[in-house]
């Protein structure tokens, strides 16, 4: 199949790791685009669930989307009191539009296109330091046409009236003196037209019919309450939902009314007579947000369980459910030879990775609860992980047998083998640091000094030293013969989630939620320096093998990581990609390569001298994994190719058409083993042929047409355009 002058783009399909806050189709009915609490707005194909893109940009839950009329932008309003307006072929950020003092709930487009209404407010609790206005936006300049103030509490929905000439607003708090009314704008003037009145508790949704003469308006009181504009009356109440309603919306013929609920449930309504059409169940948790698509035939949720559905409104089926994908990844470490990484993760498993071919080698079972921290012993060996089920266990790397169990530890958060081999270090919710002999199991000593959890735990080269940090905002230095304090460093703002040994043992460095990084003196315990650029927390860091960089990564709406000199305190590159927090990064032992591990489950590798990335491993709750390159070529367990799509411009596809020419695991190993001699080109590749053309960027003085691993896989032969053939020694370059 040609696709003319368009490349395809390969990507993996994760759902949201949030909440999902809000959905809305586009006018023509063929994209879903869905906000969530994990700070993105991801755009949909209506007809398949398939995931077109994900924009990112929002530091704080998206708690609004909504389509402009043409389809070409959408608006998303967030708790980070900002509005974005982004481009839906391209999915860059056109405008960000900011004057809002609180969390934005609600923003909707006028019926011409021109303006964006944004409503704000403190959902929770009404105060003067809240925002509670409604603010008019200039789509084409980003300007703040007008502001309108009467609320009393926050300000949870906006909708515009089919003509333009009016705003719906409707408000309330949890607590406090909350309103609970809606309100009736004029937009030319500003100037309020009326106040309805009669919900007892916060209004949370309101909806214009597509006639304009009704008002549908949602409560936490448990109903539905229908107004007519012209005259304020209330015209019916529509009752039967246990819980608050979230939101509402009317079909676009105007004779039904769908609602969500924090009863889990989406309810159909007819509007001439108030009675209750159909419950559509299937979600698992509160749902947020309803729309009905152009058509009326089809509604979309979205919940708190993560999930988006798509129901058929004439049988209340599901016709689609895009999961959400869970949380998974926690710590990840590179083997002390570099072919492996382990990962912990949130479904209680270790996993093995094979770093030359991305594969997943072995998974390992026994944790009840989620995996906090993992690492490799010095011979490689074995594996430590501690876990939140009060554990440390010891696994055999070859076998996947578990060794050990050591218990007698609460909340184990930070495992780390001592240089040795001896011992094993784990810090704890519980305020401790506990040394384990490895041979036996047994508790050698505790250390006790923190006021708070412990974060994290580190051996200093010589064995000689731990160092720990803690949500007490300090890093302790202790020696491990005694069990004696060192000293104590204080000077982070905040808790320290990470600390580092220096490769000479003569610093250490420190991750704070505070934003920052900062070096330490081993002698004496001084601040040597503060490295700042992050902004969010710093939930990792490493020292490069040979002491000269320091990477970070970071959590918050930051989701970056940074690499440092030492020396100046310099920020030398940034790697952006991940769409979570940042959990955990490590260098390779020959320093070419930085690992990261995300929440979301993702890990990547990244080439540290041009600051790329390599690969990405993904891996699923049900089993199954995916790792893709850079350039879109991958390699999937037996069932792993289903979380795969490619978009060819605004079109999406499933991999299967494409799987002669992005499945290529051969391609996945060069990607891993000779990153660093060869770099991989599709400008030339026609569509219908898998024929990548491979250029040398080092050695050949022409292009590299093919390229071959020796049977010990020592050895990589490649032939080239300049009628040469080279031998290379992999364990060399």
Same mark, same amino acid.
């Given at each position: ?56 940009? $929002? ?28 481009? &839906? ?9 900011? =004057? ?10 006028? !019926? ?6 944004? =409503? ?97 308006? =949602? ?9 007519? @504009? ?21 079909? !676009? ?190 508790? &050698? ?40 304090? @060192? ?15 220096? !490769? ?24 040597? =320096?503060?490295?700042?650029? $992050? ?5 990792? @860091? ?130 891993? *083993? ?25 050695? $050949?003085?022409?292009? *590299? ?29």
């Amino acid at each position: 199949m040609s696709y003319g002058e368009a490349k395809p783009e390969i990507y993996v399909q994760m759902g949201h790791t949030g909440a999902v806050e809000s959905v809305a189709f586009s006018s023509d009915g063929k994209y879903i685009a869905s906000g969530s609490r994990d700070k993105t707005i991801k755009l949909w194909e209506a007809s398949t669930g398939k995931l077109m893109r994900t924009f990112e940009g $929002h530091r704080s839950s998206v708690n609004s989307v909504f389509f402009s009329p043409d389809g070409k932008y959408i608006a998303s309003g967030s708790r980070d009191s900002t509005i974005k307006l982004w481009e &839906v072929s391209t999915g860059k950020l056109v405008r960000t539009f900011e =004057g809002h003092r609180s969390s934005v709930n609600s923003v909707c487009f006028s !019926p011409d296109g021109n303006y964006i209404a944004s =409503g704000s407010g403190n959902k929770n609790v009404a105060s003067e330091s809240s925002d509670r206005t409604i603010k008019l936006w200039e789509v084409s300049t980003g300007k703040l046409v007008r502001t309108f103030e009467g609320h009393r509490s926050s300000v949870n929905s906006v909708c515009f009236s089919p003509d333009g000439k009016y705003i719906a607003s409707g408000s309330g708090s949890v607590l406090g003196s909350s309103d609970n009314t809606i309100k009736l704008w004029e937009v030319s003037t500003g100037k309020l037209v009326r106040t309805f009145e009669g919900h007892e508790s916060v209004v949370t949704s309101v909806c214009f019919s597509s006639d304009g003469k009704w008002i549908v308006l =949602g409560s936490s009181d448990n109903t539905i309450k229908l107004w007519e @504009v012209s005259t304020g009356k209330l015209v019916r109440t529509f009752e039967g939902h246990k819980a608050a309603v979230n939101s509402v919306f009317f079909s !676009p013929d105007g004779k039904y009314i769908a609602s969500g609920s924090f009863d889990n449930t989406i309810k159909l309504w007819e509007l001439s007579t108030g009675e209750l059409v159909r419950t559509f169940k299937g979600h698992k948790d509160v749902v947020n947000s309803v729309a009905f698509s152009p058509d009326g035939n089809y509604i979309a949720s979205g919940s708190w369980d993560k999930a988006i559905k798509l129901w058929e409104v004439s049988t209340g089926e599901v016709l689609w459910t895009v999961k959400g994908h869970e949380r998974w990844g926690t710590s990840v470490c590179f083997s002390p030879d570099g072919k492996y990484i382990a990962s912990g993760s949130f479904d209680n498993t270790i996993k093995l990775w094979e770093v030359s071919t991305g594969k997943l080698v072995r998974t390992f079972e026994g944790h009840e609860r989620w995996v906090t921290s993992v690492c490799f012993s010095l011979d490689g060996k074995y594996i430590a992980s501690g876990s939140d089920d009060d554990t440390i266990k010891l696994w055999e790397v070859s076998t996947g047998k578990l060794v050990r169990t050591f218990e007698g530890q609460h909340g184990v958060l930070s495992v780390c083998f001592s240089p040795g081999g001896k011992y094993i270090a784990s810090g704890s919710w519980y305020r401790t640091i506990k040394l384990w002999e490895v041979s036996t199991g047994k508790l &050698v000593r505790t250390f006790e000094g923190h006021t708070d959890t412990v974060n994290s735990v580190a051996f200093s080269p010589d064995g000689n030293y731990i160092a720990s940090g803690s949500k007490d905002n300090t890093i302790k230095l202790w020696e491990v013969s005694t069990g004696k304090l @060192v000293w104590t460093a204080k000077g982070h703002i905040d808790a320290v989630y990470s600390v580092c040994f220096s !490769p000479d043992g003569n610093y250490i460095a420190s991750g704070s939620f505070d934003n920052t990084i900062k070096l330490w003196e081993l002698s004496t315990g001084e601040l040597v =320096g503060t490295f700042e650029g $992050h902004t969010g927390a710093v939930l990792s @860091v490493c020292f490069s093998p040979d002491g000269k960089y320091i990477a970070s990564g970071s959590g918050s709406w930051d989701n970056t990581i940074k690499l440092w000199e030492v020396s100046t305190g310099k920020l030398v590159r940034t790697f952006e990609g991940h769409e979570d927090e940042v959990w955990s990064v490590a260098f390779s032992p020959d320093g070419k390569y930085i690992e990261s591990g995300s929440w979301n489950g993702t890990i990547r590798l990244w080439d540290v001298k041009s600051g790329k990335e390599v690969a990405q491993f993904i891996f699923f709750s049900d089993g199954e994994w995916v790792v893709i390159t850079s350039e879109g070529y991958y390699d999937a367990s037996a069932n792993g190719e289903k979380y795969i799509n490619v978009r060819v411009r605004n079109e999406v596809y499933g991999v299967e058409e494409y799987r002669d020419i992005f499945h290529r695991p051969d391609l996945v190993k060069y990607a891993f *083993v000779i990153n660093f001699l060869v770099g991989l080109s599709v400008s030339n590749m026609t569509y219908g042929e898998a024929k990548p053309e491979i250029y040398l960027q080092m050695g $050949h003085k022409a292009a *590299v047409k093919s390229v071959a691993f020796s049977p010990d896989g020592n050895y990589i032969a490649s032939g080239s355009e300049d009628d040469t053939i080279k031998l290379w020694e992999v364990s060399t370059g």
